[in-house]
């Protein structure tokens, strides 16, 4: 078969190849692993193939397009670089989407290579036009070449060679283009910023990070939205945060939530400015940032007191982030009666809301309400049961009734509440006395589904990992439940039937 394939290769591989005989090998290649071509496969092979891409027959193109993807797997990214970086430089440029995702693919191939991507570090032209590519109408491609360069910035010569020559003047060209390739370029600039202390100086330097912050504290209320996510990227990283505070632009986030009461069109942005401080409080101190920024926590507790949906969702969420430590937990107990409210109008909209929102209610309960063994103190132990009791005035039940109704999703969401609370021993009480209950659990019939089966299973591994489980639901359900998870999610009991003589 390589043989065959060989043969084909020398054959179609002219300028004046018949398109039959491309379709031919197109086949013959599919068939054979790539690895069996090399011994075979020269450079002026794929030169020609490449030389027939700028053909205008259409299909030509998409044939050699096929036979091409198959044949660079076969060639170690050196020496793609090496030999091929003309007809690489030229598929970047290539009108056809389908060449272009050919090529900015192998560039792919090259830049996660040590040795090759040196080679393309010191092709300014190829760079030059990988940065060109982020302009491109095809997103695939866009998306490509922002991965390529994020992974070339990861060197110092890398870096060096985006940021201290020409190239920058590319960047800020491409830039110019629209706002959907400007906001790429930002989304690159982030990626880059984050890697490290140096990454982030050399892009700040740039001035494009500059141009970022400026677009996020300017007037327009949806270019806020957008880079308010690129900006809460960047505050990921310990670097980022510190460039930011030291910047001002926590207090510019901080001050544009608070002239948000008198912007009808806050609506547009808050969202956004909101879930960043909650991200920021988790990464950072929740304490912290909650003490210094009060503006954060009232806003919250606003959105989630309103009728907006898309604000309470917002908020929900972030307070399942805020409250997934100790240290947020603790943050939010500080408001006592306010919180306690609030806990009951989340159980009402997990039982009442649209679906979605029921859904992120759920996850946030779950967030909320899950102590790590290590951190159940008494304290500790006394504010998550008065939290769940404030949810509703029979918080088990109405849990029970969401995991029981006919919806995969909800009915997850449901039991990861249980598996949340399943290592503290006020629920493990509660789990035992209301009846029917821990037989509901072991009962593998309710569950229709995999993601049901294995969210079972979940509930009853943190069960049994429980160091109070044995002395609280005692030796007879405790075995069951053991057994439970000896068997795995999704065993199925053998049912033995008798055939009968003579029955139907």
């Not at 996020?216 to 510190?242: F, K, N, W």
């Not at 547009?268 to 009060?294: H, M, T, W």
């Not at 309710?446 to 509930?459: F, Q, R």
């Not at 009853?460 to 000896?486: C, D, W």
Request: charged share 20%; aromatic share 6%.
């Amino acid at each position: 078969m390589a043989e065959a394939a060989a043969e084909l290769l020398e054959r179609a591989c002219r300028p004046e190849a018949p398109l039959e005989e491309l379709r031919a090998l197109r086949l013959a290649v599919q068939a054979v692993p790539p690895a069996a071509l090399r011994p075979r496969l020269r450079d002026a092979h794929l030169g020609a193939l490449f030389g027939l891409l700028s053909a205008g027959d259409r299909e030509q193109v998409s044939v050699c397009v096929a036979i091409l993807e198959r044949l660079l797997q076969a060639l170690d990214p050196p020496h793609l670089i090496r030999n091929l970086r003309e007809e690489l430089q030229k598929g970047l440029f290539h009108p056809d989407d389908s060449v272009k995702i050919l090529t900015i693919s192998q560039v792919g191939r090259i830049v996660e290579n040590s040795d090759a991507v040196r080679e393309i570090i010191n092709s300014p032209e190829l760079l030059r036009q990988i940065i060109y590519c982020i302009g491109g109408e095809k997103i695939a491609v866009a998306k490509e070449a922002i991965k390529s360069l994020s992974r070339i910035a990861q060197t110092q010569d890398g870096l060096e060679a985006l940021f201290v020559s020409s190239l920058l003047s590319d960047l800020k060209n491409v830039m110019a283009t629209n706002d959907i390739v400007r906001y790429r370029v930002y989304e690159l600039i982030v990626e880059i910023s984050s890697v490290s202390a140096d990454s982030l100086n050399y892009c700040a330097n740039s001035g494009l990070i500059s141009e970022l912050i400026g677009e996020l504290t300017g007037e327009d209320v949806l270019v806020r939205a957008t880079c308010i996510e690129m900006v809460t990227s960047l505050a990921y990283t310990p670097h980022g945060r510190q460039y930011l505070a030291q910047q001002g632009v926590i207090d510019k986030i901080s001050n544009i939530i608070i002239g948000a009461e008198s912007d009808p069109f806050s609506s547009f942005y808050l969202p956004g400015f909101v879930k960043f401080f909650g991200n920021l409080a988790v990464v950072d101190s929740p304490q912290q940032i909650c003490e210094r920024y009060p503006v954060f926590v009232e806003k919250v507790f606003e959105m989630a007191e309103s009728h907006d949906p898309t604000m309470i969702g917002v908020a929900v969420d972030t307070l399942g982030i805020l409250g997934s430590n100790v240290e947020g937990k603790q943050v939010l107990q500080k408001t006592r009666s306010r919180f306690q409210n609030l806990l009951n109008r989340i159980g009402h909209q997990a039982k009442n809301a649209p679906t979605e929102l029921r859904l992120r209610c759920l996850d946030a309960i779950s967030s909320l309400l899950y102590l790590p063994p290590e951190q159940q103190t008494e304290d500790l132990l006394r504010m998550t049961e008065s939290w769940f009791a404030s949810l509703s005035s029979q918080p088990l039940e109405l849990f029970r009734s969401i995991s029981t109704q006919p919806f995969p999703d909800l009915h997850c969401g449901a039991l990861r509440v249980f598996t949340a609370i399943a290592n503290q021993p006020w629920a493990q009480k509660l789990m035992l006395d209301s009846p029917g209950f821990v037989e509901y659990i072991v009962d593998r019939s309710v569950e229709p589904d995999k993601a049901s089966k294995d969210a079972k299973y979940e509930l009853v591994k943190a069960l049994v990992n429980s160091k109070t489980i044995a002395e609280i639901f005692g030796n007879q359900y405790y075995l069951r439940l053991r057994a439970y998870l000896h068997e795995g999610p999704y065993y199925v009991k053998a049912v033995s039937t008798t055939a009968v003589e003579g029955a139907e």
